[in-house]
């Protein structure tokens, strides 16, 4: 079992930047693909970020391709997610997840490990 928890979400301005942090304990899922997803009032879950289980690898949705980048510590166990010029849109609550594949994926389904969500609000 991987436990995951997020945190940094907070209301900020859009244009500004803000860093989310997902903490692993359990099986630290150090070996594990990785991803970020977001979901938003009213909408399905959707895919953010990955990398792949040593941050070779990663991918992108285009909506934040530019503006948002993925990255994790293994040593510390930690996956990150770093966003900048944020957007109204960007607002949802954003979740860490891990998979037991090494590689990236951007499907909800092939994520086994789920975070329980961080809030970001970003105002116009």
């Known amino acids: 079992q991987v436990q995951l928890v997020e945190s940094g979400g907070q209301l900020v301005q859009a244009g500004t930047s803000l860093r989310l942090s997902c903490a692993a304990s359990?099986?630290?899922?150090?070996?594990?693909?990785k991803g970020w997803f977001r979901q938003a009032p009213g909408k399905e879950r959707e895919f953010v970020a990955s990398?792949?289980?040593?941050?070779?690898?990663?991918d992108y949705a285009d909506s934040v391709k530019g503006r948002f980048t993925i990255s994790r510590d293994n040593a510390k166990n930690m996956l990150f997610l770093q966003m900048n010029n944020l957007r109204p849109e960007d607002t949802a609550v954003y979740y860490c997840?891990?998979?037991?594949?090494?590689?990236?994926?951007?499907?909800?389904?092939?994520?086994?490990?789920w975070g329980q969500g961080t809030q970001v609000t970003v105002s116009s």
């Open positions: 997840a891990a998979r037991w594949e090494a590689s990236t994926a951007n499907s909800v389904d092939e994520y086994e490990y």
């Open positions: 359990g099986r630290t899922g150090n070996s594990y693909g």
């Open positions: 990398i792949n289980w040593n941050g070779g690898k990663t």
